[in-house]
């Protein structure tokens, strides 16, 4: 993303006078002072100063700031939550002298920079650069201000000061390198083989024949092909590519909560984005929805890395809203535009025995067409609160209820995978990697 914003008005221009007029002009008052014993002293004064504000006036006057230079801010075309991006502020001279500018750029208010201004001169019909780097603290669109600048005069007695118009928007989206770097992490802890060769499991693609060893089932044994040989050959099989994978995204009133710097929504989306980059390079189909109250967003599933943008294009400025949200209107949704049978991924938080039962409930009703995998974010606050010993009453009771809800979300999710279900309850640090590795298993074993 480039734009040029080229200085065009004279309206918000003013003066603004230099440090180096500010000390002549005093020292023109130092002569007041001794107007008191010699009165020529005073007018010598008043005539030095007011020669000096017409110095300064036509100093002015000979800094032109129209066609004088260019100014463009350059950033890249998407940011990145929770790290640097980078900002160029380029100032190109017109004309054959150097100019000396002071030039202050006004990024998003939210977004964390240490330096957003600095002072420099431009060669004659030359170029000179300000770089600094804004941290975006959450996902969304953010805007720019103009860009406050400050050209010095030829005697430097004065500042030529203006804005020049340069708002803008910028969108911020999830750390997809991050997500990358977790997909990488799971791997590596334990996927490496089956990364580097083709995945073999229990999946419906018949991939060769092989000879019999102990170990194999027997419902995989070719017979035909062992009369022929003389021998016991077995089927192989490949996992199945292009199947179903939707993702769910609870974004209500349990994923507002903040662990550090981000909200439980935020590490939700990261672990989508793992989740959707390895589906898609497998060659599986890909699909979003995320819910509130109402289905706020849906994409069917389809194949293809473009899907995967169009993901990310839809996750970047979700955002999670005080509201309780609808299992009962996201389930129905989707049994009326998902037909094929898909793994099913939500990611929620569940607290209280109502919001489980009611998860519960449509789960249920889900497994005989759809593979579920219900995902819930631990909360690691809670689960340390627990460990110590209490020391009064008051957290004898705290712990209490804090151990009880521990305890439904534990039960709500073996009922789960009682049902036929998939469950995962992971705390944010680990949620990406867990989630891959689950995916990776129910692959591997031809769940789908």
Known sequence: MEKTHALVSYSTMNLVFTTRFLMAFAGGLGLFSLGWSNPS?????????????????????????????????????????????GVTIEVQNHRPAPLTLWVKDEPPPRMQTPKREGQFTV???????????????ARGRFEFGNIAVRLRSPWGLVWRQTSVPAVESVKVYPDFRAAQRQVIEAYRMGRQGERRQRLRGQGREFESLREFV?????????????????????????????????LMLDCGRLMTARLGDL??????????????YVAV???????????????????????GASQLGVILEHLHDVQPQMIEPSYARAFAH??????????????????????????????????????????????????????????????????SVAEELLTQREQALNRIVELGGLALDVPTGQLSVALVNRYLEVKTRGRL
């Open 41 to 85: 002293f005073l007018w010598a004064g008043v005539a030095f100063d007011v020669a000096l504000l017409g110095a300064a006036l036509l100093d002015a006057a000979r800094t032109p700031l129209q066609g004088s230079f260019t100014l463009r801010r350059r950033c890249a075309e998407r940011f990145a939550i929770g790290s640097g991006n």
């Open 123 to 137: 060669p004659p019909r030359g170029t000179a650069t300000l770089h600094y780097e804004l941290v975006a603290p």
């Open 214 to 246: 102990i170990g194999d089932e027997l419902r995989h044994v070719a017979w035909a092909a062992s009369a022929r040989r003389g021998k016991l050959v077995t089927r192989q099989y490949q996992i199945e590519r292009s199947q179903s994978i939707l």
């Open 263 to 276: 909200t439980k929504l935020d590490y939700a989306v990261n672990a989508a984005l793992a989740l959707a």
């Open 281 to 303: 390079a497998g060659g599986d189909q890909v699909g979003l929805l995320t819910f509130t109250r109402r289905v706020d967003d849906f994409l069917p599933p389809r194949p």
């Open 334 to 399: 989707l049994g009326r535009h998902c037909r094929k049978r898909s793994l099913v991924v939500l990611l929620t938080d569940v607290v209280d025995a109502d919001a489980s039962a009611d998860l519960l409930a449509h789960t249920a009703a889900l497994i005989p067409r759809h593979l579920p995998l219900i995902v819930t974010i631990g909360d690691r606050d809670l689960r340390a609160f627990v460990k110590p010993p209490p020391t009064s009453l008051d957290e004898v009771y705290a712990q």
